[in-house]
């Protein structure tokens, strides 16, 4: 099992930039593929973004291809979600999740974290 706490969230106007962290606990950190999904208000949680364990392998969403950028840094035990050009529609609680393998399909994340309000005025 793996704790997830994530960090980073606030809010800003549309086309700034903001990034987030999420810092993990357990030595076997780099055996997990690490995504962000995200939930907006009346919405269903959607699938953002995933990394693989060593961090070579890397998918987005096509609502956030080119503008996303997630990272992992396996001596820290963080993962980091860069986001630019952000968008009011990308206003949702972010949150970090643990894998066994890598994919975008939410049923194979086991660990979550509580999330991050990430806010978008326009």
């Known amino acids: 099992q793996v704790q997830l706490v994530e960090s980073g969230g606030g809010l800003v106007q549309a086309g700034d930039s903001l990034r987030l962290s999420c810092l993990a606990s357990g030595r076997t950190f780099s055996r997990y593929a690490m995504g962000w999904f995200r939930q907006a208000p009346g919405k269903e949680r959607e699938f953002v973004a995933v990394?693989?364990?060593?961090?070579?392998?890397?998918t987005y969403s096509g609502s956030v291809k080119g503008r996303f950028t997630i990272s992992r840094d396996n001596a820290k035990n963080t993962v980091g979600l860069e986001m630019t050009s952000l968008k009011p529609e990308d206003t949702a609680v972010y949150y970090c999740?643990?894998?066994?393998?890598?994919?975008?399909?939410?049923?194979?994340?086991?660990?979550w974290g509580r999330g991050t309000q990430v806010t978008v005025s326009s």
């Open positions: 990394i693989s364990g060593g961090g070579s392998l890397t």
């Open positions: 999740a643990a894998a066994g393998r890598f994919g975008a399909q939410e049923n194979w994340y086991e660990d």
